[in-house]
T-cell receptor
Framework: DAKTTQPPSMDCAEGRAANLPCNHS???????VYWYRQIHSQGPQYIIH???NNETNEMASLIITEDRKSSTLILPHATLRDTAVYYC??????????FGAGTTVTVRA | GAVVSQHPSWVICKSGTSVKIECRSL??????MFWYRQFPKQSLMLMAT?????????EQGVEKDKFLINHASLTLSTLTVTSAHPEDSSFYIC?????????????FGPGTRLTVL
């Protein structure tokens, strides 16, 4: 499984875009990049995933570099409810998800 | 997104007793479900993969005789913690693999907090 690297924490201002980076330099060609977030004492919430192309849904946008070695999750207008731990995962071919430490995102008013 | 439920949301039991946790996919069928455990201030650790109609596969270091998994239908998997001890106290979370909406995504339940006295 490809290992992902994320900054341990980041702060962002309410109403501004939050850009969350993730490095996955060893990702293989058929491994998808998945993003989840976990709010304290809850199960992880699916955000978005992608393989090669940039993706957008109602929650966020996912920008994947052309070489697929890194990606950025963009929350377009962060709110206080977006405060959570965000996990970037390179999903293995056996469909298992390996959670790292993630990025603790704190949105401040 | 798809909805996955867990029951109970929390449970307190005495040491030596067994506890069953249910995981249900409410609006889709899931041939594969996963069970995770999360200790305080740590990330999720995969315990086992539950496949409908067949035996679960366990991650290295997880005792299959202690953590019994049954996936008897396409919408229900159960995890039974047998002879629970205080060190089994943790947050247990399941996920269900949804392949029915043109994508392949795991959706997670809200978790079950187990406290063993």
């Amino acid at each position: 499984d490809a290992k992902t690297t994320q900054p341990p924490s980041m702060d962002c201002a309410e109403g501004r875009a939050a850009n969350l980076p993730c490095n996955h330099s060893t990702i293989s060609g058929n491994e998808y990049v998945y993003w989840y977030r976990q709010i304290h004492s809850q199960g992880p919430q699916y955000i978005i995933h992608g393989l090669k192309n940039n993706e957008t849904n109602e929650m966020a946008s996912l920008i994947i570099t052309e070489d697929r070695k890194s990606s950025t999750l963009i929350l377009p207008h962060a709110t206080l409810r977006d405060t959570a731990v965000y996990y970037c995962i390179a999903r293995s071919n056996d469909y298992k998800l390996s959670f790292g430490a993630g990025t603790t995102v704190t949105v401040r008013a | 997104g798809a909805v996955v439920s867990q029951h109970p949301s929390w449970v307190i039991c005495k040491s030596g007793t067994s506890v069953k946790i249910e995981c249900r996919s409410l609006d889709f069928q899931a041939t594969t479900m996963f069970w995770y455990r999360q200790f305080p201030k740590q990330s999720l650790m995969l315990m086992a993969t539950s496949n409908e109609g067949s035996k679960a596969t366990y991650e290295q270091g997880v005792e299959k005789d202690k953590f019994l998994i049954n996936h008897a239908s396409l919408t229900l998997s159960t995890l039974t913690v047998t002879s629970a001890h205080p060190e089994d106290s943790s947050f247990y979370i399941c996920s269900a693999r949804d392949m029915t909406r043109g994508t392949d995504t795991q959706y997670f339940g809200p978790g079950t907090r187990l406290t063993v006295l």
